[in-house]
């Protein structure tokens, strides 16, 4: 692989909290004051570790890589590292707990792991820790280039560019930063194989980025911080790399931003469906004894079309799915987007998933009405309603009856609608 860029720095978050800490306990105002304390506190009870303490394992020297590779298909791949500093196991139990409430990680004893994407078949995060660091990284593969490199000891340091450029700077700082010319080029091969296309015009960026490389030390003097670079570029290069390099990043961020801005048009507008359905349901319950309408998924949904508390069909397909707006005044499975859990009383319990998205609308997420009419998105591949609903239980108090008749109620729907 080739390094394109590498960097290490030491931080100390203990210290600066602590010095955070005393700046507000001289804030006039008292409820500014009692922030750090507040602040402690929820930690605590997130995590049951002491907010300093955990701050205090984190001192120590960071450093950060990314290296380009190729993978076995011979496709460009780029893999990034993060090595955070840790005393103890405090980091990992703190990793580990944020983890555990997301359904698309795995947490093993020294390892969390989570799903890979699809379109990118190179792409598998990993969380790792050893006995004096936590390791983020992109895939397990650049942790390998990493130790063959220290056995071999022919990484960055030994390359003749490095050499090249770290001529005349302190060989001791706070920070080190290195980055490639060729790091452009590389996002604009791993865009263009992502693409699955050749575009001509990607290659105007990467004739206007000069392919020079650089060094910087940040070093502590007497009277101040000092930082010194090495690069081959003149003056009028560095002020056109200063200028068209925010550029780029700007259209290369601009291209996902694209989709995923229509997809989140999308997804707001399925909210402002399932917000739609809930507000006719609460006219319903008020007018039936704070029964919602009898019945699961279309045959308690058309009991609010019949009796007019909401007649626009419309409103029951999601602009992410495939669903076809049925015609005539009757909703059909079909022509249904969403799951509906009916037979419930209002006061149930307020995080009663009442309606959500069918499992087969969205790739990742899954939009929930709940029974006190929010509406709010799930994160993460639920293969069928049972998932769903065990996922849910992990996070909200059902009473044990109502989570005996959520459970009855998804495997019921999961064999009628064939979700294994």
């Not at 590292?81 to 698309?104: C, G, H, W």
């Not at 959500?356 to 709010?376: A, E, P, W």
Request: glycine residues 6%; positive net charge; charged residues 25%.
């Amino acid at each position: 692989g080739e390094t394109l860029f590498a960097s290490a720095y030491q931080i100390e978050p203990g210290k600066i909290w602590a010095k955070l800490k005393l700046i507000f306990v001289k804030f006039p105002v008292l409820p500014v004051q009692e922030v750090p304390a507040l602040a402690e506190q929820k930690f605590f009870n997130s995590f049951k570790v002491k907010l300093s303490d955990f701050l205090d394992s984190l001192n120590g020297r960071y450093s950060s890589l990314v290296v380009s590779a190729k993978t076995a298909d011979g496709k460009p791949a780029l893999y990034a590292m993060l090595k955070i500093p840790s005393k103890n196991d405090l980091t990992f139990k703190v990793l580990s707990e944020l983890a555990r409430s997301q359904p698309y990680f795995q947490v093993l004893p020294d390892e969390i792991k989570t799903k890979t994407p699809p379109f990118l078949s190179w792409l598998k995060p990993v969380i790792r820790r050893d006995d004096k660091n936590v390791f983020i990284v992109s895939s397990p593969e650049i942790l390998e280039i990493v130790k063959n490199a220290a056995a071999k000891k022919d990484g960055l340091a030994t390359s003749p560019e490095f050499k090249y450029l770290s001529q005349g700077l302190p060989q001791h700082g706070i920070a080190f930063v290195y980055f490639s010319g060729r790091t452009i080029a590389t996002l604009i091969d791993l865009i263009k194989a992502a693409a699955s296309q050749e575009d001509k015009n990607w290659s105007v960026f990467a004739e206007l980025i000069p392919p020079s490389d650089f060094f910087l030390v940040i070093s502590r003097e007497e009277d101040g911080i000092m930082g010194t670079m090495n690069s081959p570029m003149d003056i009028p290069q560095f002020i056109s790399y200063s200028s068209i390099f925010p550029s780029v990043l700007q259209v290369v961020r601009l291209l996902p931003a694209l989709g995923q801005a229509r997809t989140k048009a999308r997804r707001v507008s399925c909210a402002a469906n399932l917000k739609q359905i809930g507000l006719a349901m609460k006219m319903y319950a008020m007018d039936h004894k704070d029964k919602y309408p009898a019945g699961d998924n279309v045959a308690g949904l058309n009991k609010l079309i019949k009796e007019d508390y909401l007649t626009d069909i419309s409103v029951f397909v999601c602009p992410e799915s495939n669903t076809v707006k049925a015609a005539g005044g009757e909703l059909k499975e079909a022509n249904s987007s969403y799951i509906y859990f009916g037979d419930f009383v209002e006061g149930d319990g307020a995080d009663i998933p009442v309606a959500f998205d069918k499992i087969s609308n969205n790739r990742n997420v899954i939009n929930v009405l709940y029974q006190d009419g929010r509406v709010g998105s799930l994160t993460g591949k639920f293969s069928n309603c049972e998932e769903l609903i065990d996922y849910l239980a992990k996070t909200s108090k059902f009473k044990p009856e109502i989570l005996k008749k959520l459970q009855e109620k998804a495997r019921k729907i999961d064999k009628e609608l064939g979700y294994r």
